[in-house]
């Protein structure tokens, strides 16, 4: 069954404001991975926390982690709208090496 | 200098056909794998294959046939294609056999069956 569940599914909102998408899963897990997809577009990797990590920074990017309650969060901060896209959460879960699991993504729209 | 290729960048078909979508990274890495992502975006691994070993095996029909000829290439054979095949394929590459790190994904395969 999928493992993560992303919200919200879309989200719109104005150059300059900043976006947070969040995603939940269900088991335990050794990291947790967000990704880009532009339309028509592959996969590309934004950021990677550890599952001993809480938050980790990366230009305009902040990812928070927490285990307890199986969820983490994406902060765009001062979005552009080239950061349109669609945003994935994905999980390498605990005793599955070497498979990544995709949440349903959360579709960011940046207008002028 | 493209990381992960595949070609086509489209397929168009009809049922019943037999086709292939190549893939071949250029980044040294071990470990490949072959996604299927829905209309509805949905990503789901299908196979992964660690220097030319297959170690990911989902549940997916057995018309779909992975061959890895070297660690550098990972293709996707595909007999007998029915309407449900239709998909955006994705072939990704990966530095390590173990815990997951970073994937790098290719363009993508839209596969459209008529």
């Known amino acids: 069954s999928q493992q993560g569940e992303e919200d919200p599914q879309a989200l719109s909102i104005q150059e300059g404001e900043n976006a947070t998408m969040n995603c939940s899963y269900k088991?335990?897990?050794?990291?947790l991975q967000w990704y880009r997809q532009n339309s028509g577009r592959g996969l590309v990797h934004l950021i990677l926390i550890r599952s001993n990590e809480r938050e980790k920074l990366s230009g305009r990017l902040r990812v928070t982690l927490d285990t307890s309650k199986k969820s983490s969060s994406l902060l765009i901060t001062a979005s552009r709208a080239a950061d349109t896209a669609s945003y994935f959460c994905?999980?390498?879960?605990?005793?599955?090496?070497?498979?990544?699991?995709f949440g349903t993504g959360t579709r960011l729209q940046v207008t002028l | 200098d493209t990381a992960v290729s595949q070609t086509p960048k489209y397929l168009v078909t009809q049922m019943g056909n037999d086709k292939s979508i190549k893939c071949e990274q250029n980044l040294g890495h071990d470990t490949m794998y072959w996604y299927k992502q829905d209309s509805k975006k949905f990503l789901k691994i299908m196979f992964s294959?660690?220097?030319?070993?297959?170690?990911i095996n989902e549940t997916v029909p057995n018309r779909f046939s992975p061959k890895s000829p070297d660690k550098a290439h990972l293709n996707l054979h595909i007999n007998s294609l029915e309407l449900g095949d239709s998909a955006v394929y994705f072939c990704?590459?990966?530095?390590?056999?173990?815990?997951?790190?970073?994937?790098?994904f290719g363009p993508g395969t839209r596969l459209t069956v008529l």
């Open positions: 294959y660690n220097n030319k070993e297959l170690i």
């Open positions: 088991t335990s897990i050794n990291n």
């Open positions: 994905a999980t390498a879960n605990t005793g599955t090496a070497s498979k990544l699991t």
């Open positions: 990704a590459s990966s530095p390590y056999r173990g815990v997951t790190d970073t994937q790098y």
